[in-house]
């Protein structure tokens, strides 16, 4: 089978011609864009608006301040903050001088966060004050020279902060910290700091972030990403969206240590000259009422956010005509969700559908998508311009007939410069095959058909093996979301003593309704009628809500570590 090159295609159906990238840093990219729209507003935090020309102000205080620290190009500076404008002004100053921006998530564990500081060596971290008391803590056991500590309240309006101190701040009582410095106090170092220029060229090929992968076991892996990766993510984002306009209002509130939020509701929102309406703290609860108050153009979440949207009682009514794209990532998307979802959105006066991404933060996030009016019911999509996805037989890296699932490989310009410290897992996971092309190996199953659209079916390692059949949790959950009573559904592999391993599967059902047999004998005939036998789940389990990552993923390996733990008490 013939590789099937860039088969991607604008709204109209034709295919699209190579496209160009810089070969300057994400920095620079951000500064050209800016310059042909300064007067624009870049991001609205709480209703405090910053000008694509005011940031550009901010960041170059904050490049000044980080050479007066005496921050070197290549170094890593870690960035521990949730979605706040320290948070970008931080990542494009840091990248500004020609160092790398180390994003951490900022609810980490103390020995993760130390992991992350030593294996970077950084010397300097800016930090959420919540997380300074972890990093205070740990800090006789990394090379860490300077805090550099910001609270959420710093770039709200007063009569916000005010409520924010009153309600939450007061209670943030953090030890004393000799090398700790607060935000503003280095913002007005960095202006009193004499330098004739700020700005550093570097190569296009040269790590510009690192990220973190989930981790399959120990410690997540540190994700190289060049200056290209994320220009050319940003480029390719808004060619295959197609519809994305200057001073579209994007709701971003997927997080900026994440390749999702960074690299499409950051980067990409500013490279096109989007607003990026920005949140510390993404509430479900408050979903409602910042649709109702931003009425963003926009909105890119994971599936639960739209699980959210769903059960929300107060959206009933609610105009959503201002939408005009929807992106759902990081996560697959069932095709009853996305069904439930369409319609809700048909519902709420617009027109637009869900679209699905798929990618993995090892090409930052999407490669591939949902492109505008060609949905193939269960495909994520074609692959972005210039990125090019085979299917594999992972034994022998040959390409396998159209339809017939094998390994998910791709390669493009996005694809990451390699893991950090880790030369082993790089060159198992970036091969290079006989076509002379280097194949990042994404351990996901799938299928490609003859349109160049692709099928996921679910990660390699997920899958269950129960008397010598593969069951394939994913198929499994389709069928159980195509219940009309089910929000969601998560399948997992248990023990069986003589099976080896069985389906259990784990139902949320949709708001209004409670667990009955009924239901519970409505989902197993979906199931039996669906599917072969061997796949059928063994037992069904109940529950309010699913746990998730910190990105908002279902954490299966959650749910299987609970059934190992009660498997061991009995």
Not at 204 to 223: E, H, M, R
Not at 226 to 243: D, G
Not at 430 to 455: A, C, I, N, Q
Not at 489 to 507: N, R, Y
Request: aromatic share 10%; glycine share 8%; with cysteine.
């Amino acid at each position: 089978m013939e590789t099937v090159k860039t088969p991607w295609y604008s709204s109209y159906g034709e295919v699209r011609p190579h496209l160009e990238y810089p070969d300057y840093s994400l920095y620079m990219l951000l500064e050209e864009s800016a310059k042909k729209r300064l007067n624009l507003t870049a991001y609205n935090y709480f209703g405090k608006c910053a000008t694509y020309k005011e940031f550009l102000n901010q960041i170059e205080d904050a490049a000044k301040a980080f050479l007066k620290l005496g921050v070197k190009a290549g170094e890593k500076v870690s960035i521990c903050m949730p979605n706040t404008p320290e948070a970008l002004i931080s990542f494009y100053a840091v990248n500004k001088i020609g160092a790398v921006a180390n994003m951490i998530h900022p609810l980490s564990a103390e020995n993760e966060i130390k992991y992350y500081v030593n294996l970077t060596e950084s010397r300097f971290i800016v930090t959420i004050d919540l997380a300074l008391n972890k990093i205070n803590h740990i800090l006789s056991e990394t090379k860490l020279e300077k805090i550099i500590q910001v609270s959420v309240a710093d770039s709200m309006p007063v009569a916000i902060s005010v409520g924010y101190f009153v309600k939450k701040g007061r209670k943030i009582h953090n030890e004393k910290c000799d090398i700790a410095v607060k935000w503003n106090d280095f913002i007005k170092e960095g202006r009193n700091f004499e330098t004739k220029n700020t700005l550093f060229n570097p190569d296009k090929n040269d790590t510009a972030v690192i990220l973190y992968s989930g981790g399959t076991s120990g410690f997540p892996k540190g994700i190289e990403l060049t200056n290209l990766n994320f220009n050319a993510l940003a480029i390719q984002s808004f060619e295959i969206c197609h519809n994305l306009h200057e001073g579209d209002r994007v709701l971003s509130i997927m997080p900026v240590f994440h390749g999702f939020g960074l690299g499409i509701c950051i980067h990409t929102v500013l490279y096109f000259g989007g607003l990026a309406i920005i949140l510390p703290q993404f509430n479900a609860n408050d979903f409602d009422k910042l649709l109702t108050k931003y009425k963003p153009n926009i909105i890119a979440g994971v599936p639960s956010l739209f699980e959210v949207m769903l059960k929300n009682r107060r959206m009933e009514g609610v105009d959503l005509s201002f939408l005009h794209l929807v992106i759902s990532g990081g996560d697959s998307l069932s095709e009853s969700l996305k069904e439930k979802v369409d319609e809700f959105l048909k519902n709420h006066g617009t027109n637009t559908e869900v679209r699905e991404g798929y990618g993995l933060t090892e090409c930052v996030t999407g490669s591939c998508m949902i492109p505008l009016n060609r949905y193939k019911g269960g495909s994520i999509g074609i692959p972005y311009p210039d990125t090019y996805y085979k299917i594999i037989d992972p034994d022998t890296l040959e390409e396998v007939p159209y339809r017939q699932n094998g390994e998910i490989v791709l390669s493009g310009p996005t694809v990451m410069k390699g893991y950090l410290n880790e030369p082993e897992e790089t060159k198992e996971t970036l091969r290079l095959h006989p076509d002379g092309k280097v194949w990042l190996h994404t351990g996901d199953l799938g299928s490609m058909d003859e349109d160049g659209f692709l099928y996921f079916k679910q990660r390699i390692k997920r899958m269950i093996i129960s008397s010598g059949y593969n069951v394939y949790p994913q198929y499994v959950e389709n069928v159980i979301d195509s219940v009309p009573e089910v929000l969601l559904s998560c399948v997992i592999g248990i023990d069986h003593p003589l099976k080896v391993q069985v389906a259990k599967a784990f139902v949320v059902l949709r708001e209004g309704y409670e667990p009955t047999d009924e239901i519970r004998e409505k989902i197993k005939n979906a199931c039996e009628k669906n599917l072969a036998k061997y796949s059928w789940p063994f037992e069904y389990e109940f529950r309010k809500e699913l746990p998730k990552t910190l990105v908002g993923k279902v954490a299966f390996k959650v749910l299987m570590d609970e059934e190992k733990a009660k498997k061991e008490k009995q």
